[in-house]
């Protein structure tokens, strides 16, 4: 399993970096075969409005898979335990449902998706440009999942939002968790309004 760990706004010293590793190690040690890569953010808020100031972030790339955890305390290290400890609930979690069951087949991407042809001029005659907003651009495989299967990843992912490509329509949908309890789903609609 690959380990990568990088601080913002901290050195990562070699105590720091072995801290981190020992306990990623003991979090992940009964999930070696299906985690293959972990990713650690440390950092630090410079600003003494924010309680919270050490954060650890972890993200385990599982069989195509994301799983994430981010924790906060005024303690880096205390942090560090807290995420290594919710990310090894995430994992456990992770293979009970997917392992678990005897029977799980699970269909490979190159079936699903429709063989087009990708047209050669994508943007006609427009110019291409971002808005001034953006700030980042990220990019990801999306392969088609069912709602239940996207609310699964939203857990993982310990994000407020996902976006997928809904199995039954074929088109972009997100579900997210909604203020009040529970989730809702977006979807767009197809046709005139």
Do not use: C, W
Not at 2 to 21: C, F, M, P, R
């Amino acid at each position: 399993m690959k380990l990568l760990i990088q601080g913002n706004n901290i050195a990562v010293t070699e105590s720091i970096h072995d801290y981190v590793e020992s306990k990623l190690e003991k979090a992940t040690k009964h999930f070696q075969t299906f985690a293959t890569k972990v990713d650690v953010h440390l950092s630090v808020a410079n600003n003494a409005r924010i309680t919270d100031k050490h954060k650890a972030e972890v993200t385990v790339y599982a069989n195509g898979t994301v799983i994430r955890a981010q924790e906060g305390s005024e303690n880096l290290y205390a942090s560090i335990d807290l995420v290594s400890d919710k990310i090894a609930r995430q994992l456990r979690k992770y293979k009970e449902k997917n392992f678990g069951k005897k029977t799980h087949v699970q269909e490979k991407t190159s079936e699903v998706l429709p063989e087009d042809p990708v047209p050669d001029n994508l943007i006609g005659d427009r110019a291409p440009e971002l808005p001034s907003e953006v700030v980042r651009m990220k990019y990801f495989a999306m392969p088609p999942m069912t709602i239940d299967e996207a609310l699964e990843q939203l857990q993982l992912v310990d994000h407020d939002f996902y976006m997928f490509l809904n199995k039954d329509t074929n088109a972009i949908n997100v579900i997210y968790i909604r203020n009040h309890g529970g989730y809702g789903v977006i979807q767009p609609r197809l046709g005139k309004e």
